[in-house]
């Protein structure tokens, strides 16, 4: 199966001023030998046809397979998190998932996916809706970590009621081709939106990160934090647009990315923006780009500490900035003690 051949399916290319720097043929153009739709090994969830109408063509490449949709459904306050564990396996196979998780009204939640692959040439689409109910939360922690071979396309979808929390973090460990897709459209007042992300990259892996947030209710906050160690010659991109329309009175919109080039063949192609229609807000963007810090290295090595071990220490410093916004301390010490190893 070639995905660009499948029959009423609208593809984006990097020709497309959202998908600029994005190359997406290489992907397009396989010839996979199966197709395959990825397996909850839960009991109990409800299936749905997903019906909806996304704003990004992306997720019709998932829906154009499999248009089916599980659904999760958190009613009751849980003391541990959940854990979705996705292991890619089958050589040459496209996958595809869709799973809508709802946090019913006035509920606290924590779920934490991870996909790991041990195939080759294989590829995984996967589409997540999030529904939060008023005064509720979630927080979302997503670990990818693929084989060099693989491609991987995550898109997301939130819509939060109001006076909900949503804090969603990811770590893009893995090698090959990343696409992240997120939007999420503000539409209730009092929402707390956290996206975070930490994208840590090596030989020729890319890493894209597509987010658009729309604000369109009052006294909202969205806060886009990203960071990027590439060593090699990797390549990540980050595109992230804000729009803040007249009704959206006392929103706060922050966007911001570091990146730390490890390698003069490594590559960022940072694009942080905001569009902005009122005057009554809080607004900001940014976007840095360098290499360690030569004088702290020289201080750490003026007390004794070798070289390697110095560079380790910034480096460790600068990125897990990231596993420190994460609240819940179950999920934290997952994340400090994650292991490809234990999962494939």
């Known amino acids: 199966m070639l995905i660009n051949e499948i029959k009423g399916l609208t593809l984006p290319n990097k020709k497309d001023e959202e998908f600029l720097k994005i190359n997406l043929e290489p992907l397009f153009s396989y010839n996979f030998k199966n197709v395959q739709t990825y397996e909850f ?73 991870v996909f790991v692959s041990s195939s080759k040439n294989s590829a995984y689409s996967v589409n997540r809706s999030f529904e939060l109910g008023q005064n509720s939360s979630l927080e979302y922690v997503k670990i990818q970590d693929f084989d060099v071979s693989n491609s991987f396309i995550f898109n997301s979808y939130i819509e939060q009621k109001e006076s909900s929390t949503l804090d969603f973090t990811n770590f893009e460990y893995g090698n090959g081709f990343i696409l992240n897709n997120f939007i999420n459209n503000i539409n209730s007042e009092n929402i707390t939106y956290n996206l975070n992300g930490l994208v840590k990259l090596k030989d020729d892996t890319t890493c894209s990160n597509l987010i658009r947030t729309i604000h369109n209710a009052q006294n909202s906050i969205s806060d886009i934090n990203y960071k990027h160690s590439l060593k090699d010659s990797s390549k990540a991109v980050f595109k992230a647009k804000s729009l803040v329309n007249e009704t959206a009175l006392g929103t706060k919109a922050f966007q911001n990315t570091n990146t730390i080039l490890l390698s003069d063949d490594a590559v960022i192609f940072a694009q942080p923006h905001l569009e902005i229609y009122i005057d009554e807000l809080e607004a900001s963007h940014g976007a840095t780009t360098g290499t360690l810090d030569k004088e702290q290295l020289l201080y750490l090595q003026a007390r004794g500490i070798p070289k390697d071990l110095a560079y380790d220490i910034l480096l460790k410093a600068f990125e897990e900035k990231i596993a420190n916004n994460i609240k819940d301390e179950i999920i934290k010490e997952f994340i400090e003690n994650y292991e490809r190893s234990k999962y494939v």
């Open 41 to 113: 090994d839960i009991m109990g969830l409800k299936t749905v046809d997903d019906e909806k109408s996304y704003e990004s063509v992306l997720f019709n490449i998932t829906k154009s397979i499999d248009k089916t949709q599980k659904i999760i459904t958190i009613n009751k306050n849980i003391a541990e998190p959940i854990f979705l564990i996705h292991k890619i396996k089958e050589d040459e196979t496209f996958f595809t998932n869709s799973l809508k998780i709802e946090v019913a009204k006035d509920i606290k939640a924590q779920v934490v996916e």
